[in-house]
């Protein structure tokens, strides 16, 4: 099956630093990837869809300068929180959607920022 | 706004017992997606259900679908420990770009 990781699996960083998040498909290419955003207990949040050379599509109230989202290949989207805050701290999952349906998810990344 | 509501939100069984969730949802989908998550992990696919089809089976898993009242079930048959999981549903609807809209998710515990 379709298989999707992102690295690091979990981060902590020091309030003001930036983090890069690397979500790749690794047995598909994938046009359009997505970025969620899920604080605990709680469901995924859309931040973001990605699609390979072009902007990032942001979804209401996600700051685009504060997340920013490469799309650089068919199988490599990155999210990069710049300026890293302790309200960023969030378990974010990328996912990459495959004909147009079925979407497979990665891992997740934990990020703390203290 | 989320499209999907999940009810309930958490639901206790003893293992070998039959756990049921259900979404409802309020614009027209081309297809519903379930998904299960592990706490602190990412999703896993567990069935599609497309507009136009009432009823799907994978293993213990049995999802129907209702259009005329905006709802999907979820049934996990003989459950077991390993089924512990959260479980969402999520839509794939025309007003919202064909992107996944998440439900709240049903927090599933399998007592052994």
């Known amino acids: 099956g379709a298989v999707v990781s992102q690295h690091p699996s979990w981060v902590i960083c020091k309030s003001g630093t930036s983090v890069k998040i690397e979500c790749r498909s690794l047995d598909f290419q994938a046009t359009t990837m997505f970025w969620y955003r899920q604080f605990p207990k709680q469901s995924l949040m859309l931040m973001a869809t990605s699609n390979e050379g072009s902007k990032a599509t942001y979804e209401q109230g996600v700051e685009k300068d504060k997340f920013l989202i490469n799309h650089a290949s068919l199988t490599l989207s990155t999210l990069t929180v710049t300026s890293a805050h302790p309200e960023d701290s969030s378990f974010y999952i990328c996912s990459a959607r495959v004909q147009q349906e079925t979407q497979y998810f990665g891992p997740g990344t934990r990020l703390l920022v203290l | ?112």
């Open chain 2, 1 to 112: 706004s989320q499209q999907g509501e999940e009810d309930p939100q958490a639901l206790s069984i003893q293992e070998g017992e039959n756990a049921t969730m259900n979404c409802s949802y309020k614009t027209s989908i081309n297809n519903l997606q379930w998904y299960r998550q592990n706490s602190g992990r990412g999703l896993v696919h567990l069935i599609l259900i497309r507009s136009n089809e009432r009823e799907k089976h994978s293993g213990r898993l049995r999802v129907t679908l209702d259009t005329s009242k905006k709802s999907s079930s979820l049934l996990i048959t003989a459950s077991r420990a390993a089924d512990t999981a959260s479980y969402f549903c999520a839509t794939d609807a025309p007003a919202a770009g064909n992107k996944l809209t998440f439900g709240g998710g049903t927090r599933v515990l399998v007592k052994p």
